[in-house]
């Protein structure tokens, strides 16, 4: 069975400072991980995804992933938060079907 | 995002009206899912379409009814919600269900149900 963990309900950074967020999976079979952002009163936008090619994956507006199977982990990633980045973001992982399983969120704050 | 289109963005409703929301993608895909979503709560999957044929009820209620009519169009059907059926209720399509690597879900605005 596959899963996905968030540590942290609630981040908060400040702009220009390091943001990590955490995620650690779970799975039988080599995993598809994805990472989403939602911004409020919207609906879910795909940041970067997992798929056995790169460890570490790039994606939009400056985020980035690195998949590590030693830790079962796939940490996002920015090096220097803007405003714009506060969000929630969910971690989720993709079984050989096609079904998602999401984490439970964690909400990202950025103060000025 | 327009790829995946929800409408109505918000609906209020009592607890003995029908009403339906509609999801529309227009990515090709063939594979539709809805989601509710509840604070404080990971996304709950409720069904999965592929090629217009159901494959997916996660326990939901009866009180929600999907209907696909098309590869393109999703709707659930509401009937005699409960107050805890509040939520936003998101819509996602992908390529199918074959697992392709290259394969992810893209998600609509979703709707926000309020039920008095």
């Known amino acids: 069975a596959q899963s996905v963990t968030q540590l942290g309900s609630h981040v908060s950074v400040s702009e220009g400072a390091l943001v990590l967020l955490r995620c650690n999976y779970s799975?039988?079979?080599?995993?598809?991980l994805f990472w989403y952002v939602q911004y409020p009163n919207q609906g879910l936008q795909l940041l970067l995804k997992y798929t056995s090619a790169a460890t570490l994956v790039k994606g939009i507006n400056g985020f980035e992933a690195e998949f590590k199977k030693s830790e079962t982990s796939f940490h996002l990633t920015k090096p220097s938060a803007h405003m714009s980045d506060a969000a929630e973001y969910f971690c989720?992982?993709?079984?050989?079907?096609?079904?998602?399983?999401f984490g439970t969120g964690t909400s990202l704050t950025v103060i000025p | 995002e327009t790829g995946v289109t929800q409408t109505p963005r918000h609906l209020v409703m009592g607890m003995t009206n029908k009403k339906s929301l509609k999801c529309e993608q227009h990515?090709?895909?063939?594979?539709m899912y809805w989601y509710k979503q509840s604070a404080k709560k990971p996304l709950e999957l409720m069904f999965v379409?592929?090629?217009?044929?159901?494959?997916e009820n996660n326990s939901v209620p009866s009180r929600f009814s999907p209907e696909c009519p098309n590869s393109s169009h999703l709707f659930l059907h509401l009937h005699t919600l409960q107050p805890e059926d509040s939520a936003l209720y998101l819509c996602?399509?992908?390529?199918?269900?074959?697992?392709?690597?290259?394969?992810?879900?893209?998600f609509g605005p979703g709707t926000r149900l309020t039920v008095l």
């Open positions: 799975s039988s079979v080599p995993p598809y």
């Open positions: 990515l090709g895909h063939n594979a």
């Open positions: 379409y592929n090629f217009k044929e159901q494959t």
């Open positions: 996602a399509s992908s390529q199918d269900l074959a697992g392709n690597p290259r394969d992810t879900q893209y």
């Open positions: 989720a992982v993709r079984s050989t079907g096609n079904q998602f399983y």
